[in-house]
């Protein structure tokens, strides 16, 4: 199976920042990647397929990058909004597997 | 707009079964690539299964394989998770979703407790 590791696990920032997530995949996984958004007691939301495709309705400060193993989940200018724990999900597989999550707090 | 909502979840004992159901509405279901994931109390996603629009492939992560049955009808936009032999490290949030792709939604989830 394909594992998946995201860093950092926790990150303090505060509003305005710049903030970023990676994501390491154990073998290339080419931009079968998503990114999600998870507030507590809330199902998690689709911010970004195939790696750097924003999902209709997603802030435009939120974007993806990255192809192969290594992925990076970029905040711009972190609104109160955006303080919530965050995955990384591939896809290319037939074993879909999500990283541990990252949770972005003040 | 893309409605799931889980339902079947409750308290089960150990060995026990429990089926779930998602009714899917806004799309057209039998196009979409449908997915359950789990959430087990103050920890992080874990995929189980996928099962693709037609039905004919299904895949499901090792911790479920040979307990765990997906299914899905398309006539009633409904999409199912048969649990069999639960046991305790299964208690979870149970979430169905859509494939990572434009539009993609979750449901609310719905909570299994396995327990004696």
């Known amino acids: 199976d394909i594992q998946m590791t995201q860093s950092p696990s926790t990150l303090s920032a505060s509003v305005g920042d710049i903030v970023t997530i990676t994501c390491r995949a154990s073998?290339?996984?080419?931009?079968?990647l998503a990114w999600y958004q998870q507030k507590p007691g809330n199902a998690p939301k689709l911010l970004i397929y195939?790696?750097?495709s924003l999902e209709s309705g997603v802030p435009s400060r939120f974007s993806g990058s990255g192809s192969g193993t290594d992925f990076t989940l970029t905040i711009n200018s972190l609104q109160p909004d955006d303080f919530a724990t965050y995955y990384c999900?591939?896809?290319?597989?037939?074993?879909?597997?999500f990283g541990q999550g990252t949770k972005v707090e003040i | 707009e893309v409605h799931l909502v889980e339902s079947g979840g409750g308290l089960v004992q150990p060995g026990g079964s429990l089926r779930l159901s998602c009714a899917a509405s806004?799309?057209?279901?039998?196009?979409?690539?449908m997915t359950w994931v789990r959430q087990a109390p103050g920890k992080g996603l874990e995929w189980i299964s996928y099962?693709?629009?037609?039905?004919?492939?299904?895949y499901y992560a090792d911790s479920v394989r040979g307990r765990f049955t997906v299914s899905r009808d398309n006539a009633k936009n409904s999409l199912f998770l048969q649990m069999n032999n639960l046991r305790d490290e299964d208690t979870a949030v149970y979430y169905c979703?859509?494939?990572?792709?434009?539009?993609?939604?979750w449901g609310q989830g719905t909570l299994v407790t396995v327990s004696s």
């Open positions: 806004g799309l057209s279901f039998n196009t979409y690539t």
């Open positions: 979703a859509g494939e990572p792709a434009p539009g993609a939604r």
């Open positions: 099962i693709i629009g037609s039905g004919q492939s299904i």
């Open positions: 073998r290339s996984i080419s931009i079968w």
């Open positions: 999900q591939q896809y290319v597989s037939q074993s879909w597997t």
């Open positions: 195939r790696a750097s």
